[in-house]
């Protein structure tokens, strides 16, 4: 009877082990998109700043993709279209458009430091867990 009682017990610690494993490697592809959504706006920061005092007309070379390159000319130099999301973009100023990317960063920073924190309570569960396990082996 207590044998089976052991087995029961194992097997809903493997099976609570394989769940939290799980977990943690979603939240670990939610912490990594989150960072690709940080290196793009930093991106769009880095281009905006890189545009700063380019008048119309400056020639520059826009990526296409592949490693390929177009020649293009600056319309508009004080005005940059920021996207919304759903296919929609909104036309702003340079000094808006950065208000706008500092503050979807600020709060992708809030968003990946909440999945970090998750990200830690469960591998500290998981942990917990293993070396309840390790009780089993011996």
């Given at each position: 009877?207590?044998?089976?009682?052991?087995?029961?017990?194992?097997?809903?610690?493997?099976?609570?082990?394989?769940?939290?494993?799980?977990?943690?490697?979603?939240?670990?592809?939610?912490?990594?998109?989150?960072?690709?959504?940080?290196?793009?706006?930093?991106?769009?920061?880095?281009a905006?700043?890189?545009?700063e005092?380019?008048?119309?007309?400056?020639?520059?070379?826009?990526?296409?993709?592949?490693?390929?390159?177009?020649?293009?000319?600056i319309?508009?130099?004080?005005?940059?279209?920021?996207?919304?999301?759903?296919?929609?973009?909104?036309?702003?100023?340079?000094?808006?458009?950065?208000?706008?990317?500092?503050?979807?960063?600020?709060?992708?920073?809030?968003?990946?430091?909440?999945?970090?924190?998750?990200?830690?309570?469960?591998?500290?569960?998981?942990?917990?867990?293993?070396?309840?396990?390790?009780?089993?082996?011996?």
């Open positions: 009877m207590a044998a089976e009682a052991n087995e029961d017990q194992i097997r809903e610690l493997v099976a609570k082990m394989q769940a939290y494993q799980g977990r943690m490697e979603a939240l670990q592809q939610q912490a990594n998109l989150i960072q690709a959504s940080i290196n793009d706006v930093d991106s769009a920061l880095k905006i700043t890189s545009l005092g380019a008048g119309e007309g400056h020639e520059l070379l826009v990526p296409i993709g592949a490693g390929s390159f177009v020649h293009a000319t319309a508009k130099p004080d005005k940059v279209l920021v996207g919304l999301g759903a296919d929609i973009s909104v036309e702003r100023t340079v000094a808006d458009a950065r208000k706008i990317f500092q503050a979807r960063r600020t709060e992708l920073e809030k968003a990946l430091a909440e999945t970090n924190g998750v990200l830690n309570k469960v591998a500290g569960e998981l942990m917990r867990l293993q070396q309840e396990a390790e009780k089993y082996r011996q």
